[in-house]
Every structure is written in structure tokens, then in C-alpha cells.
T-cell receptor, first 111, second 112 residues
Framework: TQLLEQSPQFLSIQEGENLTVYCNSS?????LQWYRQEPGEGPVLLVT?????EVKKLKRLTFQFGDARKDSSLHITAAQPGDTGLYLC???????????FGTGTRLTVIP | NAGVTQTPKFRVLKTGQSMTLLCAQD?????MYWYRQDPGMGLRLIHY???????AKGEVPDGYNVSRLKKQNFLLGLESAAPSQTSVYFC???????????FGSGTQLSVL
């Protein structure tokens, strides 16, 4: 059973366009993390959100945690080729010893 | 700092062969994890450890064994490899379970 569903699974856009990817679950999470993974490398943490409704910005990336802490979104403004990669969300419950990862969104930004 | 180091980076096995993947971290992390990554499936947890001498099962533990004899090392073993175990394997570590994970660069395993 996949606890975290991400959409879309694949996304190909032109440089300069905006995009949003989604991470949804039927479970309530105590915190949620977003990672980016480049080919041949392990995922690298972008951000952690812990409060329902929280919004965090990282340059052109905006992350939001849903009010009910069951979903999250990642919005990229004016995408650049360097944003290309696999974006993974990961959630945890209070007291959990591990994170559960989403299915991933593979983003390609075409110059 | 090297961070999290996995060896080997690539391996090809025949069905039924055994092998061990080694993960080493130099950040004094208590928790260590083994994940597998398959297309469209994200990362799935195989086994994890909350400290030296401890191990626990994750989501997909069948066919794998692990050991954490030293705090800095976490070994993943396949006793009798099957084609379904063809995947990319990632080791990760952190101070506590729900905190930032530090990943190695992965091992591409093919079982023929």
C-alpha cells in the first residue's frame, strides 16, 4: 500500500514556465519533507514542513503543507534546466522511526 | 567529510548467488536505513537500525538480511538473489527517525 501518492508522475516543461507538483495521502503526518534526486545520486533534502498550512520558500521553490497535514505541494516559478530531477515527498508520524516516501515526480525542464 | 559511502556502485548477480552491500557513515548517526528504488515506486524501506547492534524490518524485508555490528556500518545481505531484487539500493542515515536523511549515491544491482 502506497501511503503517499505524487502527481503528476512525469512532467516536461519549457524553461521559464511555472509548475506545481502534489503529494497526497489519506494519513495525517507530523511532518513532511521534500527531496530532489539527480541521476546517479541519492536524494537531497530541500525542505521540511511541520505545521498545517505552513508555507516555506526556497528561492523559486514554494512548499506548502495542507491545513489537515495530509497533503503538500511544491510550486516552481520560472523553471530552469537545473531544476530537472526526481522530486520525492516523504512523511512521518509522531514517534515513527522512519520516513515513508511518495512515488515521485520526474521533472524535465527543456532549455 | 565523506558522509554516507556505499560499495559497490554496480553489481551483476546470477539468480541464486549471494552478496553483501556495505554502507559506512562518518557523521556519528544513530539511525541507518536501507531502501530500494524501483521505477514508479519511489523509495521503499527494506530494513533499518536505531543503533549499534539493533535491526528492524521495513516495508519490504523479505529476501534480505542486515547487520549493524559497528555504529558507522550497516550491511545489507542477499542470501539467494532473485530477478525481482534487481533495483537501485540506497543507504541513508540520520540522528533520529523523522529527521533529515543523508543518502549514499546508490548501488545498481542486476540479477540475471
Amino acid at each position: 500500500t502506497q501511503l503517499l501518492e505524487q502527481s503528476p508522475q512525469f512532467l516536461s516543461i519549457q524553461e521559464g514556465e511555472n509548475l506545481t507538483v502534489y503529494c497526497n495521502s489519506s494519513s495525517v503526518f507530523s511532518s513532511l519533507q521534500w527531496y530532489r534526486q539527480e541521476p546517479g545520486e541519492g536524494p537531497v533534502l530541500l525542505v521540511t514542513v511541520v505545521t498545517g498550512g505552513e508555507v516555506k520558500k526556497l528561492k523559486r521553490l514554494t512548499f506548502q503543507f495542507g491545513d489537515a497535514r495530509k497533503d503538500s505541494s511544491l510550486h516552481i516559478t520560472a523553471a530552469q534546466p537545473g531544476d530537472t530531477g526526481l522530486y520525492l515527498c516523504a512523511g512521518s508520524w509522531t514517534g515513527a522511526n522512519n520516513l515513508f516516501f511518495g512515488t515521485g515526480t520526474r521533472l524535465t525542464v527543456i532549455p | 567529510n565523506a558522509g554516507v559511502t556505499q560499495t559497490p556502485k554496480f553489481r551483476v548477480l546470477k539468480t541464486g548467488q549471494s552478496m553483501t552491500l556495505l554502507c559506512a557513515q562518518d557523521m556519528n548517526h544513530e539511525y541507518m536505513y536501507w531502501y530500494r528504488q524501483d521505477p514508479g515506486m519511489g523509495l521503499r524501506l527494506i530494513h533499518y537500525s536505531v543503533g549499534e547492534g539493533t535491526t528492524a524490518k521495513g516495508e519490504v524485508p523479505d529476501g534480505y538480511n542486515v547487520s549493524r555490528l559497528k555504529k558507522q556500518n550497516f550491511l545489507l545481505g542477499l542470501e539467494s538473489a532473485a530477478p525481482s531484487q534487481t533495483s537501485v539500493y540506497f543507504c541513508a542515515s540520520n540522528y533520529r527517525g523523522a529527521e533529515k536523511l543523508f543518502f549514499g549515491s546508490g548501488t545498481q544491482l542486476s540479477v540475471l
